[in-house]
């Protein structure tokens, strides 16, 4: 056979070949399966007693709907090619209790992924990392009870996340603070689980737009009333976290009847006091910063001063909006007190807010150097009371066995007369007997004194006062003490 003939014939056989390969690479592609229905771009292959999902699914689906099966598992690798195009998955009412770490390589795509009612117990760690555009995720209805702090790591589209009806115990605050926070996450239900203690203070510091997508309705909370501040703050926000299903905000009283009680009655049940909304304060000088907190993101605000000036660019150096809406009030004053007003605006929400600025008519340093005035005051007035009750009750007594006992002995009585208690109606016998030593003071040796006890006199006065007793009482009548009294003084 010539050559040419031979080579004509191979270049045949491997033409059929591709022929024939060809519709069966259509069929994998662009064929429905036999055990779903197609429309368009949507696949549905629920309630089919399906145990697997099908592998040779086509590459233009966009949604797939596999719910209402018998599949226990999502393995790696359920579909042996890249789906590009799907964007919805529904897995739901499957008995699904496994999930692989790889099961979402070949759909990255996915923007809805319904995993609900089925008996999911945990989710492991970095599980859902490769849907980075996923936007909604909804796994109510499980047996969770265990969730890693970086199973949602990654999801930085995800904006809705159903987690109620399930076992969860621990409120998963890494999801809406800290640095692995979901920034898009709009609305986060918890309700109907096993969650018995709210990180309130985290909760109230959250933005509204956080707190008005976050239900825990339906748990076993423990009554206190912190936890009722907090939701009658947001009732008074009006977010619809705290109005949607107001019925089903219930806690466990604290006490051992374990009664339930409406959240919203514990100021009845537990004497709660009613909450107020705080005024913001500030002090001369300082720069200070209004949050329009408002319940939607994105919306555009209009900030109004005290006496009905809007603020606009240009009209005042001191108050300025800031990108992100909110107020900066520089180098504040006194008259800068007063109600600022907060108008938002967007296409399904108008919000008006208010805040209330108190400024104190002085800085914030010096009010610090006041009170270290007035301690410093206070101290040395203390210190000034202790000196005194030293010199008053603890000055040194009269010592017997100082060496100038003799010279000053009469000195000391003269002049110790002054503090002496004097009798009034005693017999001066009795006391001659006690052998206590009576000193008088004659009207005229006071002149020329003033008034003062002369005391180069002492051993003449000394001499008189131990004379007889008529004598002594005839002294009586005729003298006064040192003390300007005209009784004697026994020293």
Known sequence: MPP???????????????LALIPKIRGSTLNCHKMCICASNIV????MNLTMIPSDLPNYTAVLDISFNEITGLRAQWTKHKLPNLHNLLLSHNGLSFISSEAFIFVKQLRYLDLSSNVLRQLDEFIFEPLIHLEVLLLYNNHISQIDRTAFLGLGSLQKLYLSQNLVSRFPLELVKDKNRLDKLSLLDLSSNRIKVLPIQDLQALPA???????????TLICDCELYSLMAHWNIRRLN???????????????????????????????CSTFKETD???YLEQTLILDCDTRHREMSKTWMLPG??????????????LPDGDLELKTIRPEDSGVYTCFAVSEYLNETLYVVVKVHNFTL?????????????LVGCLASVVLVLIYLYLTPCRCFCCPDKSKNHHEDSIHSSMLSVT??????????????HVAFIDPKDLQGQNGKVNPNGDEEVDEEAMQGKGKRKKSVADSISSVFSDTPIVV
């Open 4 to 18: 040419s003939i031979n080579w004509c014939i191979r270049w045949a056989v491997c033409l059929s070949c591709i």
């Open 44 to 47: 549905s292959c629920s309630k």
């Open 209 to 219: 737009y956080i707190k008005n997508g976050l239900y825990f309705h339906n748990n």
């Open 241 to 271: 976290s705290a109005l949607d299903f107001k019925d089903d905000h219930t806690c466990v009283h604290p006490g051992p009847d374990k009664r339930v009680l409406r959240l919203y009655e514990l100021n009845i049940h537990m004497n």
């Open 280 to 282: 913001r304060e500030a």
């Open 308 to 321: 009905n000036v809007v603020v606009s660019p240009g009209n005042n150096l001191s108050a300025v909006v």
């Open 365 to 377: 340093n010096g009010n610090g150097d006041t009170l270290n005035t007035a301690y410093t005051t």
């Open 423 to 436: 009798p009034t109606h005693e017999d001066m016998a009795t006391k001659a007997e006690l052998n206590r």
